[in-house]
């Protein structure tokens, strides 16, 4: 079986900052900031050899056919091109966050969808 190549948009690399960022400044804890950043990248590069093992969410009015993966109170959402044998994290939000909601009127995630 042939391992996908793990890309991350610059929305994705962004959030990973943030959440970064948000528990270093939060719980002042620069340590605890950088091992959740680590497994969420973990978690990303786990999709290389499974891709679609999470179900696909149609969202009206996208072109992709989202999936999400849940990581503690992070959801990673991606898409698949299998033609190319690539996985492409779009974001990475809170889990609390109306994820559907977010995607219909993010607009970059929404340009994102339409050009590649």
């Known amino acids: 079986m042939k391992r996908y190549k793990i890309v991350y ?3 994705a690399r962004k ?13 002042n804890n620069p340590l605890d900031a950088t091992k959740i950043a680590t497994k969420l990248f973990r978690k990303c590069e786990s999709l290389a050899v499974f891709p679609k093992g999470s ?3 149609h969202i009206d009015n996208l072109i992709r056919e989202y999936r999400f993966v849940h990581f503690k109170k992070y959801t990673i959402i991606y898409y ?14 809170n889990s609390g966050r109306d994820i559907e909601s977010m995607l219909n009127h993010d607009s970059n995630i929404t340009k994102m969808s339409h050009s590649q």
């Open 9 to 11: 948009s610059d929305g």
């Open 15 to 27: 959030d990973i900052l943030d959440i970064i960022d948000y528990i270093e400044t939060t719980y």
């Open 55 to 57: 179900p696909i969410h």
């Open 80 to 93: 698949v091109n299998s033609s190319r044998f690539e996985v492409i994290i779009q974001a990475i939000i």
